[in-house]
């Protein structure tokens, strides 16, 4: 049976040469086209966004439980932290103008009176 390991797989037989083409007016289909990508690194944000493009995107049917907090608030398919800890998160990594530049968070204004 070692013999078997040590066969040299050849690579993927069909490559992605152009984007795959959602015809599906469907309510599933639309509701993952208006999800938004808000809160994530590049590299995820990437990797959600080709979920999204080639349809495998799959949105979540019950809230998955946070790796921060440990509370049942990730609402959204493919992420480990809830919207309150990510915005912690980036807090701590990126200055508040600077994110709020590169459209990371939205500063809400206070409302004068």
Not at 83 to 88: G, H, M, N, Q, T
């Amino acid at each position: 049976m070692s013999s078997m390991s040590n066969k040299k797989k050849s690579g993927q037989k069909y490559h992605n040469k152009f984007k795959f083409k959602v015809y599906d007016d469907s309510k599933l289909s639309k509701r993952v086209k208006k999800t938004p990508l808000d809160l994530l690194c590049q590299r995820c944000y990437d990797q959600i966004k080709w979920k999204m493009d080639y349809g495998k995107y799959k949105p979540l049917s019950q809230p998955g439980k946070c790796v921060d907090c440990g509370r049942r608030n990730v609402l959204k398919a493919y992420r480990a932290l809830c919207d309150e800890c990510a915005k912690k998160k980036i807090e701590i990594r990126v200055p508040k103008a600077e994110a709020e530049a590169l459209g990371l968070i939205q500063i809400e204004e206070p409302e004068v009176a």
